[in-house]
């Protein structure tokens, strides 16, 4: 099986964009995973899915809590500890590992002139592993929108 990237650039805010695509996923009930770069990112967010939505809760959980196998979100640094699910968040600055046994993975980019080389970085890696990632952009996208009567 051979993964699915696509990539959101032009965010005006990665955690912004990084709870509305979850809660998006998880209004279609899918399974996700978010891929901490390490211990300190993995706490980061775990703040971030208490405070976003300002009016709702994203259920998320460790790896290695006992209710991670019923909790719609896992969110860790720990990703031999991950158990496969449909949707990978990728927070890191590589490709996660086992990218070609993953089935979505998604990418969000700002318009950080560092942030956006780094994913850039992270296409041509996919791209090494013959994975060839899709991108969407979210300026063109909110444009289009506005433009809709």
């Given at each position: 099986?051979?993964?699915?990237?696509t990539?959101?650039?032009?965010?005006?805010s990665?955690?912004?964009?990084?709870?509305?695509?979850?809660g998006k996923a998880?209004?279609?009930?899918?399974?996700?995973?978010?891929?901490?770069?390490d211990?300190?990112?993995?706490a980061?967010?775990?703040?971030?899915?208490?405070?976003?939505?300002q009016?709702g809760f994203?259920p998320?959980c460790?790896?290695?809590?006992?209710?991670?196998?019923?909790t719609?979100?896992?969110?860790?640094?720990r990703d031999?500890?991950?158990?496969?699910r449909?949707?990978?968040?990728?927070?890191?600055?590589?490709?996660?590992?086992?990218a070609?046994?993953?089935?979505r993975?998604?990418?969000?980019?700002?318009r950080?002139d560092?942030?956006?080389?780094r994913?850039r970085?992270?296409?041509?890696?996919?791209?090494?592993?013959?994975?060839?990632?899709s991108?969407?952009?979210?300026?063109?996208?909110?444009?289009?929108?506005?433009?809709?009567?």
């Open positions: 099986m051979s993964a699915v990237v990539f959101y650039f032009n965010v005006k990665r955690e912004q964009a990084l709870c509305q695509l979850i998880l209004a279609q009930r899918i399974e996700i995973n978010v891929l901490a770069r211990a300190n990112g993995s980061a967010l775990d703040r971030l899915l208490w405070e976003i939505p009016t994203l998320h460790a790896a290695d809590d006992a209710l991670a196998a019923r719609p979100i896992v969110v860790d640094h031999d500890l991950m158990q496969p449909a949707a990978l968040f990728n927070w890191t600055d590589a490709p996660p590992p086992e070609l046994r993953q089935g993975i998604f990418e969000i980019v700002d950080d560092a942030n956006r080389n994913a970085e992270r296409w041509r890696a996919y791209a090494a592993l013959g994975i060839t990632p991108a969407i952009d979210m300026l063109d996208l909110a444009a289009a929108r506005s433009e809709t009567p």
